[in-house]
Protein backbone atom coordinates (compact mmCIF):
# COMPACT_ATOMS: atom_id res chain seq x y z
CA UNK A 1 0.00 0.00 0.00
CA UNK A 2 1.26 2.91 -1.14
CA UNK A 3 1.41 6.11 0.58
CA UNK A 4 0.54 10.07 -0.04
CA UNK A 5 3.18 11.16 -2.28
CA UNK A 6 3.82 14.96 -3.02
CA UNK A 7 5.94 16.74 -5.93
CA UNK A 8 7.49 18.63 -5.67
CA UNK A 9 9.66 18.85 -2.59
CA UNK A 10 11.13 21.99 -2.65
CA UNK A 11 10.48 24.54 -5.30
CA UNK A 12 11.56 28.90 -5.87
CA UNK A 13 9.09 30.79 -7.69
CA UNK A 14 9.17 34.61 -7.96
CA UNK A 15 6.32 37.15 -7.07
CA UNK A 16 3.67 36.83 -10.45
CA UNK A 17 4.54 33.34 -11.15
CA UNK A 18 2.42 30.52 -11.60
CA UNK A 19 2.86 27.38 -9.77
CA UNK A 20 1.29 23.39 -9.98
CA UNK A 21 1.68 21.00 -7.06
CA UNK A 22 0.76 17.21 -7.47
CA UNK A 23 -0.28 14.97 -4.85
CA UNK A 24 -0.92 11.25 -5.14
CA UNK A 25 -3.39 9.95 -2.80
CA UNK A 26 -3.31 6.47 -0.58
CA UNK A 27 -4.87 3.53 -2.37
CA UNK A 28 -8.44 3.32 -1.85
CA UNK A 29 -8.71 7.06 -1.09
CA UNK A 30 -10.72 9.08 -2.93
CA UNK A 31 -11.08 12.63 -0.74
CA UNK A 32 -8.34 14.85 -0.53
CA UNK A 33 -7.97 17.90 0.83
CA UNK A 34 -5.07 20.86 0.35
CA UNK A 35 -3.40 22.51 3.42
CA UNK A 36 -0.60 25.61 4.17
CA UNK A 37 1.43 25.71 6.64
CA UNK A 38 3.21 28.68 7.28
CA UNK A 39 6.48 29.00 9.39
CA UNK A 40 5.09 28.51 12.86
CA UNK A 41 1.52 27.91 12.49
CA UNK A 42 -0.95 24.62 12.19
CA UNK A 43 -2.03 24.04 8.63
CA UNK A 44 -5.09 26.26 7.21
CA UNK A 45 -7.49 24.18 5.34
CA UNK A 46 -7.40 25.45 1.78
CA UNK A 47 -9.91 22.78 -0.25
CA UNK A 48 -11.40 19.81 -0.64
CA UNK A 49 -11.86 17.37 -3.55
CA UNK A 50 -14.15 14.38 -3.13
CA UNK A 51 -15.01 12.02 -6.26
CA UNK A 52 -13.03 14.96 -8.71
CA UNK A 53 -15.54 17.55 -6.84
CA UNK A 54 -14.68 20.63 -4.86
CA UNK A 55 -16.26 20.01 -1.88
CA UNK A 56 -15.37 22.52 0.63
CA UNK A 57 -13.12 25.43 0.33
CA UNK A 58 -11.30 27.79 3.32
CA UNK A 59 -10.51 31.10 3.54
CA UNK A 60 -8.19 31.64 0.15
CA UNK A 61 -8.67 33.91 -2.83
CA UNK A 62 -9.79 32.50 -6.26
CA UNK A 63 -6.22 32.28 -7.40
CA UNK A 64 -5.73 29.34 -5.28
CA UNK A 65 -7.02 26.12 -7.66
CA UNK A 66 -7.55 22.55 -7.55
CA UNK A 67 -8.51 19.57 -9.65
CA UNK A 68 -8.34 15.85 -8.74
CA UNK A 69 -8.65 13.24 -11.18
CA UNK A 70 -10.89 9.95 -12.13
CA UNK A 71 -7.29 7.69 -10.24
CA UNK A 72 -7.97 10.58 -7.26
CA UNK A 73 -4.71 12.58 -7.61
CA UNK A 74 -4.52 16.06 -7.30
CA UNK A 75 -3.25 19.10 -8.24
CA UNK A 76 -2.87 22.17 -6.36
CA UNK A 77 -2.85 25.51 -8.87
CA UNK A 78 -1.57 28.44 -7.61
CA UNK A 79 -1.62 31.84 -9.48
CA UNK A 80 0.03 35.19 -9.24
CA UNK A 81 1.92 34.13 -6.51
CA UNK A 82 2.69 36.82 -3.93
CA UNK A 83 5.67 36.63 -1.27
CA UNK A 84 2.98 35.17 1.77
CA UNK A 85 2.04 32.38 -0.22
CA UNK A 86 5.61 30.84 0.86
CA UNK A 87 4.71 27.79 2.72
CA UNK A 88 4.77 24.35 3.55
CA UNK A 89 1.77 22.91 1.36
CA UNK A 90 0.26 19.50 2.38
CA UNK A 91 -1.94 17.32 0.86
CA UNK A 92 -3.91 14.51 2.75
CA UNK A 93 -5.85 11.96 1.88
CA UNK A 94 -9.01 10.01 3.81
CA UNK A 95 -11.24 7.69 2.36
CA UNK A 96 -14.36 9.20 4.18
CA UNK A 97 -15.30 12.74 5.11
CA UNK A 98 -14.40 13.58 7.50
CA UNK A 99 -12.11 10.17 7.75
CA UNK A 100 -8.49 10.29 9.35
CA UNK A 101 -5.86 12.14 7.36
CA UNK A 102 -2.89 10.49 5.84
CA UNK A 103 -0.91 13.40 4.49
CA UNK A 104 1.85 13.48 2.20
CA UNK A 105 5.55 15.26 3.25
CA UNK A 106 4.59 18.37 1.69
CA UNK A 107 6.07 20.80 -1.16
CA UNK A 108 7.86 23.30 0.15
CA UNK A 109 7.45 26.95 -1.74
CA UNK A 110 9.70 30.00 -1.28
CA UNK A 111 8.47 32.89 -3.28
CA UNK A 112 11.09 35.41 -4.23
CA UNK B 1 -9.30 34.92 15.71
CA UNK B 2 -7.63 31.47 16.68
CA UNK B 3 -10.79 29.07 17.08
CA UNK B 4 -8.31 26.70 18.12
CA UNK B 5 -5.49 27.61 20.65
CA UNK B 6 -2.24 25.71 21.96
CA UNK B 7 -0.47 28.18 24.12
CA UNK B 8 2.58 26.26 25.14
CA UNK B 9 4.97 26.45 22.03
CA UNK B 10 7.44 23.55 23.34
CA UNK B 11 7.40 21.10 25.99
CA UNK B 12 10.43 19.15 28.04
CA UNK B 13 9.69 16.23 29.76
CA UNK B 14 11.84 13.93 31.48
CA UNK B 15 11.93 10.18 29.74
CA UNK B 16 9.60 8.48 31.38
CA UNK B 17 7.56 10.66 32.45
CA UNK B 18 3.81 11.85 31.98
CA UNK B 19 3.68 14.31 29.11
CA UNK B 20 0.30 16.45 29.15
CA UNK B 21 -0.31 18.95 25.81
CA UNK B 22 -2.97 21.57 26.15
CA UNK B 23 -5.46 22.56 23.66
CA UNK B 24 -8.23 25.24 23.96
CA UNK B 25 -11.10 26.17 21.61
CA UNK B 26 -13.50 28.72 21.30
CA UNK B 27 -16.28 27.36 19.24
CA UNK B 28 -19.28 25.51 20.72
CA UNK B 29 -20.32 23.93 17.47
CA UNK B 30 -16.95 21.71 17.28
CA UNK B 31 -17.74 17.98 17.72
CA UNK B 32 -14.93 16.30 16.30
CA UNK B 33 -11.14 16.58 17.84
CA UNK B 34 -7.96 15.16 16.67
CA UNK B 35 -4.05 15.13 17.77
CA UNK B 36 -1.83 15.01 14.99
CA UNK B 37 2.51 14.46 15.59
CA UNK B 38 4.84 15.85 13.12
CA UNK B 39 8.33 14.91 12.83
CA UNK B 40 10.52 17.49 10.84
CA UNK B 41 10.26 16.99 7.32
CA UNK B 42 7.21 14.72 7.19
CA UNK B 43 3.47 15.37 7.34
CA UNK B 44 1.61 15.23 10.25
CA UNK B 45 0.62 11.66 10.97
CA UNK B 46 -2.59 10.75 13.00
CA UNK B 47 -2.54 9.91 17.44
CA UNK B 48 -5.82 9.40 18.57
CA UNK B 49 -9.32 11.67 18.08
CA UNK B 50 -12.40 12.28 20.45
CA UNK B 51 -16.11 13.16 19.61
CA UNK B 52 -17.92 15.48 21.23
CA UNK B 53 -20.30 12.68 22.97
CA UNK B 54 -16.85 10.95 25.16
CA UNK B 55 -15.06 12.57 27.51
CA UNK B 56 -12.12 10.31 27.15
CA UNK B 57 -10.27 8.08 24.79
CA UNK B 58 -7.27 6.06 25.02
CA UNK B 59 -4.94 4.30 22.69
CA UNK B 60 -2.23 2.03 24.36
CA UNK B 61 0.52 5.11 26.29
CA UNK B 62 -2.23 7.84 24.35
CA UNK B 63 -5.48 9.56 26.13
CA UNK B 64 -7.15 12.48 25.13
CA UNK B 65 -9.16 14.23 27.65
CA UNK B 66 -11.97 16.57 26.43
CA UNK B 67 -13.65 19.14 28.63
CA UNK B 68 -16.70 20.57 26.90
CA UNK B 69 -17.57 23.29 29.81
CA UNK B 70 -13.98 24.23 29.89
CA UNK B 71 -13.92 24.08 26.06
CA UNK B 72 -10.44 22.10 26.81
CA UNK B 73 -8.71 19.12 25.68
CA UNK B 74 -5.06 17.14 26.36
CA UNK B 75 -3.29 14.76 25.59
CA UNK B 76 -1.36 12.89 27.83
CA UNK B 77 1.55 10.43 27.29
CA UNK B 78 2.60 7.94 29.68
CA UNK B 79 5.21 6.81 30.02
CA UNK B 80 7.26 9.56 27.43
CA UNK B 81 9.87 7.73 25.71
CA UNK B 82 12.66 9.40 23.30
CA UNK B 83 10.38 8.95 20.22
CA UNK B 84 7.73 11.35 21.21
CA UNK B 85 9.86 14.09 20.20
CA UNK B 86 8.16 15.93 18.49
CA UNK B 87 5.22 18.87 17.44
CA UNK B 88 1.78 17.94 18.30
CA UNK B 89 -1.16 19.61 16.96
CA UNK B 90 -4.29 19.75 17.95
CA UNK B 91 -7.26 19.79 14.87
CA UNK B 92 -11.07 20.13 15.51
CA UNK B 93 -14.19 20.06 13.14
CA UNK B 94 -17.75 21.23 13.21
CA UNK B 95 -20.76 19.14 12.33
CA UNK B 96 -18.65 16.34 11.24
CA UNK B 97 -17.52 18.23 8.12
CA UNK B 98 -14.49 18.14 6.05
CA UNK B 99 -12.73 21.44 7.53
CA UNK B 100 -10.17 21.10 10.38
CA UNK B 101 -8.95 23.77 12.28
CA UNK B 102 -5.88 23.18 14.00
CA UNK B 103 -4.02 24.80 16.61
CA UNK B 104 -0.01 26.20 16.30
CA UNK B 105 1.64 23.03 17.68
CA UNK B 106 3.50 22.14 20.76
CA UNK B 107 7.12 20.79 20.37
CA UNK B 108 7.57 18.30 23.29
CA UNK B 109 10.81 17.36 23.97
CA UNK B 110 11.64 13.96 25.57
CA UNK B 111 15.20 14.50 27.79
CA UNK B 112 16.48 11.15 28.47
Known amino acids: ETGVTQSPTHLIKTRGQQVTLRCSSQSGHNTVSWYQQALGQGPQFIFQ???????GRGNFPPRFSGLQFPNYSSELNVNALELDDSALYLC???????????FGEGSRLTVL | DQQVKQNSPSLSVQEGRISILNCDYTNSMFDYFLWYKKYPAEGPTFLIS???IKDKNEDGRFTVFLNKSAKHLSLHIVPSQPGDSAVYFC???????????WGAGTKLIIKP
Open chain 1, 92 to 102: ASSFSVPGELF
Open chain 2, 91 to 101: AASADSNYQLI
Open chain 1, 49 to 55: YYREEEN
Open chain 2, 50 to 52: ISS
